[in-house]
């Protein structure tokens, strides 16, 4: 009879193992898992969504697919997230974006309703003019808007995204020298700034890399310098603080998420980063590895929250 | 020469036309299907084309843009329903030819004129890039709100009997368009706290809703008389080469309108082939006879949408700016693949735009070919019983509707727009204004709007830049020439 015992439990002990130390047992397991892309297919999220799926397809056979569902600023596709079963399995390209379409009332339910898993990068923006134009520094572009109120402005890419907040929080840190104009999208965004509509704008790296030749960098968004851009000041260096340092990017999900599944992809996504693709593609866009999983990131969300509230206040875009 | 020989040999092999192939024919049929747009199909493609290399994943791409552009004009023929914004023009002369016992030349016709339409704006991509490029760059602001007015003003002004009703349905278009996120301020209007209300009221179910749906209810009230279709025969697939050398300024002009219009960033396909119809109708002999089923009516927006194609394609290649939605994915097929658009493109890659090029003509005659070759199956589908033909296009139309995002709130905004659609033609009031104001009206404000915070609220800009002067002065003329028409026609009535 103990034998017997023995013999069940060590058999029962062996079925329970794989399950307890191996991460792949429990995510992703049998169904497809879809990253949901809450803008349209081959913009700068996207292309970042497609290269991480590409690097964590390489561990995993169960496929893991893209769906874009653009609309209200990120708000159409987050809320589909929302309603979404906590199993891993439908998982959310979070990022700055999610925070400001949540504070700007574009989604069901607030940031505190996602688990928010895995980091994966900051993309910092450029502030940059047309290469003919006389201004060599941010500092002459700020003079420059000084000595003639109203002649100077610098475009950004759309009402309540992040270069919206990144062009006004650095309009008022230099004394309000400038005006602010919108437009809709970084498409547009560049034909006026070629095009002599706007003197300014701020771009994504990857958007004035493209136009090398055409426009000239001023000053970087970011903590430290960029890959891309090593000879371009940032903007902490010039003493300008509180600007959002462009769009962060990670992988969240649904409320509820049992931790261990939220471990698994987590270590998932690390992996992914360490691929020798996703590490070349990373440095070739100039973007700026952050990786942080659960808790750290969670709090890391709520400081952002934080931040990006208040310059939503400032421009009255709060809900 | 060698960058040009290099580039043919790239798309002369086997697997890039199998590629292209593949496009084609895919596209066809996204572009056949109510509801799925070109831009979808692309999207939906673009993870496909990471396994490959670069240049044959734009081949495909390109098979499948120029697939899905032309293949909409078949149920734009067959049911009325545009498959696409592209196709929306297809229409007006369309229906009627296929209800005349035409389909066949109707359809045939539409593919020939995109294929011709294809290959002169393929010509000005490789003819003329640069030059093309620099011109839309000197659209500003300013411009854009001018080129709205004008094209609102020439079509609320043709379309119609009554000026004043084209004009209400023109504004209508413009009030919709205003439902969403305001894109200056992010202010929501009339949203009423409805998420899918604030990403606004789509352009694509309002037509599929305003031509599939309204033209299904109408056949049912009338009950008209649709076996006609059914029982004859087919027909000639080909216009006559004297019919084709007879509309060489149709073509001429529709290819220069969808090229133009397709590089400029923002106005789109379904611009260009309203102003070409418009242009065409002013061009013929017989302008009074557009609308009952003229084939130079659906010849001309036909050119001009796969002339939109080269046209969009300009910006994308030469400035890195994708002028239509379509051709963001093509863009991101490039920035994935590591070849950088720009200025730099022409001269540091040649053989790589040849090749783009040569892939351009290729897929052009393939879906000629493939189009052609799959009529006599399209043409099956009109073997419906006639009683079953509105039945059917609703529920298409619906269907359709739903497939683009996966919102039930699509279909309900289609059938809304097919109810609203019935009544007002019932009135009398044509319905291409409202819809062009529906894609123009956003474009028209925001551009206002951004030009008054450059210029610090000064108007004066809009007269005194000579391009944006130029187009205004063409929407007013029109307008002023509508009314003495009009006048004419009331006088000769009352003698």
Redesign the interface.
């Known amino acids: 009879m103990r034998t017997l015992i023995a013999l069940i439990s060590v058999v029962l002990l062996s079925a329970m193992i794989p399950g307890g130390i191996s991460a792949s047992q429990v995510w992703p397991e049998g169904r497809p898992v879809s990253i949901m892309v809450p803008f349209?297919?081959?913009?700068g999220t996207?292309?970042i969504a497609?290269q991480i799926q590409?690097a964590m397809q390489r561990f995993t056979e169960v496929p893991i697919v893209?769906r874009?569902?653009p609309?209200?600023?990120s708000?159409?596709g987050t809320?589909e997230v929302l309603r979404a079963k906590p199993d891993g399995h439908t998982l959310l390209l979070s990022g700055t974006h999610t925070v400001t379409a949540a504070l700007?009332g574009?989604?069901?339910g607030s940031i505190i309703q996602l688990d928010h898993i895995a980091s994966l990068n900051w993309d910092p923006f450029v502030i940059a003019v047309l290469d003919t134009a006389p201004y060599k520094t941010l500092g002459e572009l700020i003079e420059a808007g000084k000595q003639a109120p109203?002649k100077i402005?610098i475009g950004h890419a759309?009402?309540?995204a992040l270069t919206h907040l990144t062009s006004e929080a650095l309009n008022k840190a230099a004394g309000m020298p400038w005006?602010v104009?919108?437009?809709?999208g970084g498409?547009?965004l560049?034909?006026?700034v070629?095009?002599?509509?706007?003197t300014s704008g701020v771009f994504s790296q990857?958007?004035v890399?493209?136009?090398?030749?055409?426009l000239r960098p001023l000053a970087v968004t970011s903590l430290r310098r960029t890959t891309l851009f090593p000879a371009t000041p940032t903007t902490t260096e010039l003493g300008f603080k509180n600007i959002p340092q462009g769009s962060f990017r990670a992988i969240s999900g649904p409320k509820g998420i049992p931790m261990e599944v939220r471990r698994a992809i987590a270590s998932s996504v690390a992996r992914a980063m360490n691929d020798p693709h996703w590490i070349q593609y990373a440095r070739?866009s100039g973007l700026v590895k952050t990786y942080m999983a659960n808790e750290e990131l969670e709090r890391y969300f709520a400081v952002l929250t934080l931040d990006l509230s208040k310059l939503l206040r400032q421009v009255g875009?709060m809900k | 020469m060698e960058p040009l020989l290099q580039g043919l040999a790239f798309v002369l092999q086997p697997t890039t036309l199998l590629w292209i192939v593949v496009g084609d024919i895919v596209g066809i049929f996204i572009g056949a299907l109510p509801g799925l747009t070109a831009t979808m199909g692309l999207a939906l493609f673009l993870p496909v084309t990471i396994h490959l290399d670069s240049l044959t994943a734009i081949s495909l791409l390109l098979g499948l843009y120029f697939g899905a552009v032309t293949g909409a004009s078949i149920p734009a023929v067959l049911f009325g329903i545009p498959g696409n914004p592209n196709a929306i023009a297809t229409v007006f002369d369309g229906l009627p030819m296929a209800r005349k016992g035409q389909a066949g030349i109707a359809l045939g016709g539409a593919v020939i004129a995109s294929f011709i339409g294809g290959l002169i704006s393929t010509a000005a991509l490789l003819a003329a890039s640069p030059a093309l490029a620099r011109f839309s760059l000197l659209f500003g602001p300013a411009e854009y709100f001018s080129l709205a007015v004008a094209s609102l003003t020439i079509i609320a002004s043709v379309s119609g009997s009554s000026l004043l009703k084209g004009v209400v349905m023109g504004a209508m278009g413009v009030l919709l368009a205003t439902v969403g996120i305001d894109t200056m301020t992010g202010v929501r209007r009339f949203t009423f706290d409805n998420p899918f209300l604030a990403s606004g009221i789509g352009l694509v179910p309002v037509l599929i809703g305003m031509f599939g749906i309204t033209q299904a209810l109408d056949d049912a009230a009338r009950s008209r008389d649709l076996h006609q279709i059914v029982t004859q025969q087919l027909g000639r697939l080909f216009p006559s080469l004297r019919q084709l050398l007879g509309m060489w300024r149709i073509i001429l002009e529709s290819s220069w309108i969808g090229t133009f219009i397709g590089l400029l960033p923002g106005a789109g396909a379904s611009v260009a082939v309203v102003l070409a119809y418009e242009r065409a109708k002013q061009i013929s002999p017989r302008p009074e006879e557009f609308g009952t089923g003229r084939l130079e009516g659906v010849i001309a927006p036909e050119v001009a949408n796969n002339a939109c194609i080269g046209g969009g394609l300009i910006p994308t290649f030469t400035l890195a700016l994708p002028a239509e939605a379509a051709a963001v994915p093509i863009l991101a097929a490039m920035v994935i693949h590591g070849v950088t658009p720009g200025p730099l493109l022409f001269t540091s890659q040649p053989h790589f735009i040849y090749a783009i090029i040569f892939a351009m003509i290729v897929a052009n005659l393939t879906t000629c070919i493939f189009q052609l070759g799959g009529i006599r199956v399209f043409i099956k589908a009109l073997s419906v019983p006639p009683a079953l033909m509105p039945p059917l296009v609703i529920l298409l139309s619906v269907l359709g509707a739903y497939a683009l995002n996966g919102w039930m709130y699509d279909a309900v905004v289609a059938v809304a727009a097919g109810i609203l659609g019935f009544v007002l033609k019932r009135a009398g009031y044509p319905l291409i204004p409202l819809i062009l104001g529906l894609v123009l009206g956003p474009m028209m404000e925001s551009e206002f709007r951004r030009m008054m915070i450059i210029t610090g609220g000064d108007m004066t800009v809009f007269v005194t830049r000579p391009l944006s002067l130029l187009l205004l002065v063409a929407g007013v003329g029109s307008l002023i020439r509508q009314l003495v028409h009009q006048r004419r026609l009331a006088q000769k009535g009352a003698v």
Do not use: K
Not at chain 1, 181 to 184: D, S
Not at chain 1, 194 to 198: A, H, K
């Open positions: 349209a297919a081959g913009g996207d292309i497609r590409r893209i874009n569902m609309g209200a600023g708000g159409i809320n700007q574009l989604t069901a109203g402005t759309g009402v309540g005006t104009v919108p437009f809709e498409a547009r560049i034909v006026g070629l095009g002599n509509v706007v990857s958007e890399q493209v136009q090398a030749g055409r070739e875009l």
